[in-house]
């Protein structure tokens, strides 16, 4: 039948639109289907065909990240809606850069920055629009009811580091399934994700797929500002995060059914350092400032959180974080050690009121000492929970006096100092001497102060972190691009670990 010219352009405009959609459909399932299909079996040999199972785990997961997508579109909006219509907040004087934590003292608040009476009312009336924008139930995150694993963020400089977590993870027994995400495609190592990584019940997820998809666009994140919303994005409601430096010295699983997270359902952990949140912060989000020896600033390598009891209180974490290097992060850090997302989760849990536990244990530094008897720490070591409430129920708090009560059994380790990758460790190049040499340049343990602490872990831990490296290093030589041209990192691990550990 004839048609007019002008319906006929129209009918090839739709052939041609559907036709376009049509195809990015195909290519969508197709990268989905060859990217984040994960063979089941413990060997590194090709993966076997899709099984029901397989499809059906794959319909999920598309399904999953179609909720995602649709949960991006309402925060984004709700980002949008609470701009911080201002300017970063100034810098007025230095920042504290390491003042230890002390609870017997009794210290005034750093008060560091400059800000407008203006600005500080036009941040606090988009910080109230922003709450009650997570008011509403359409913008909770996706996740499954009751599901629970662990969650990390990694790139291709920490990739390594993050292998030898994971297995040291495995080491402890420990089944929780892991969710590695990664920025985009280009951090994206198919032989690690595809191949080592289903060998240890983990599995890479890219923000990308969920972000470029939205018409929302790419919000540009970085860094610290992905791990607030790999947790978001993680189908887990139960999440134990940890940092690609960061593992447990036993399997971790058994405290999500203890206190005090059966209580609290965020759990905290305590770094070194005083607190510095801001006095503008505090008027801003319509809090009471705490006492500066009420707690220590956050250490977030480590971090147990419900979303089912915190999901609004994670969102506005979100908030912090994604305008965090253009406002909050000044606002919660007033440039101190560590600025970034540490100090997001705990002032967005007490803004809103929610339940949270801050372990009291003051953290410790694992190190060695050199030939001036100077110590040299590469680790730190954070400490139970369930322990540190069971002092704290009764009024016992170590941090105030250290021989109240014995104390928590050792729970993680976070070796960040530097980051235990086999192409880096025994040299300078991240900043921090080799922790293991000494002087001399003779091949030393790492840890060897603190000899509580490491004779509380129960097993020699240390070796067993070194002979992680040494798999790492010898089995995965040519997979890691950061790598490129270093030909000698088996060798070198294979002859450190002998030398050390082989008497």
């Known amino acids: 039948m004839w048609s007019p010219p002008s319906t006929n352009k129209a009918r090839r405009s739709s052939l041609v639109t559907v036709g376009c ?19 089941t079996t413990a060997s590194l040999s090709d993966p076997p065909l899709p099984s029901p199972s397989d499809r059906a785990r794959e319909q999920a997961r598309l399904s999953a990240l179609k909720a995602q997508v649709k949960f991006w579109h309402r925060l984004s909006d709700a980002f949008a809606a609470a701009r911080p219509d201002v300017r970063q907040p100034a810098q007025a004087m230095d920042p504290i850069y390491s003042q230890s934590f002390d609870a ?31 008011e509403n139930q359409d913008v909770r995150p996706f996740y499954e009811a009751g599901l629970r694993g662990i969650v990390t963020t990694t790139g291709p400089k920490n990739l390594p580091a993050l292998v030898i977590s994971i297995r040291m993870l495995r080491l402890t027994g420990s089944l929780l399934p892991v969710q590695v995400w990664l920025a985009d495609d280009s951090e994206y190592n198919a032989y690690v994700c595809e191949k080592v990584m289903p060998t240890l019940a983990a599995e890479c997820r890219v923000f990308a797929d969920i972000i470029d998809f939205s018409s929302r666009g790419s919000p540009n994140l970085k860094m610290y500002q992905y791990k607030i919303f790999a947790i978001l994005f993680s189908t887990f409601d139960e999440v134990l995060w940890l940092d690609a430096d960061a593992f447990p010295v036993r399997d971790p699983a058994s405290l999500f059914d203890l206190e005090p997270f059966t209580s609290h359902g965020l759990v905290l952990w305590p770094d070194f350092w005083i607190g510095t949140q801001s006095p503008y912060y505090y008027t801003i989000s319509s809090q009471e400032p705490p006492s500066m020896s009420l707690r220590a600033s956050s250490e977030t390598g480590e971090i147990f959180v419900s979303k089912t009891r915190h999901w609004q209180s994670l969102l506005l974490a979100s908030y912090y974080n994604y305008y965090g290097p253009s406002h909050y ?28 536990y801050t372990v009291s244990e003051p953290i410790r530094a694992l190190g060695s000492t050199n030939s001036e008897n100077e110590f040299r720490g590469s680790a730190m070591v954070q400490f139970d929970p369930t322990d540190d409430f069971n002092l704290t129920s009764q009024g016992l708090f170590r941090v105030k006096d250290s021989s109240a009560a014995p104390a928590p059994r050792p729970l993680f380790i976070h070796a960040n100092c530097p980051k235990l990758d086999p192409g880096n460790v025994f040299t300078q190049d991240q900043g921090f001497p080799s922790p293991i040499k000494d002087s001399g340049g003779r091949y030393q343990r790492a840890w060897t102060h603190s000899k509580e602490i490491i004779e509380a872990f129960g097993w020699d831990l240390e070796r067993a972190l070194w002979k992680e490296a040494v798999w790492v290093a010898c089995e995965l030589k040519d997979k890691f691009p950061t790598w490129k041209g270093k030909y000698t990192v088996c060798s070198e691990m294979k002859l450190f670990f002998d030398t050390v550990f082989k008497h």
């Open 21 to 39: 959609v049509i195809v990015l459909l195909y290519l969508y399932t197709y990268i989905f289907h060859r990217r984040l299909s994960f063979p």
């Open 104 to 134: 017997k003292a009794n210290i005034d608040r750093p008060d560091l920055l400059l800000m407008g009476d203006k600005d500080v009312d036009k941040m606090a009336k988009a910080h109230q629009k922003f709450m009650k924008e997570i």
């Open 329 to 356: 992060y000044r606002l919660l850090s007033q440039g101190s050690i560590g600025e970034g997302d540490k100090e997001t989760f705990l002032p967005a849990a007490t803004a809103l009121n929610e339940k949270v």
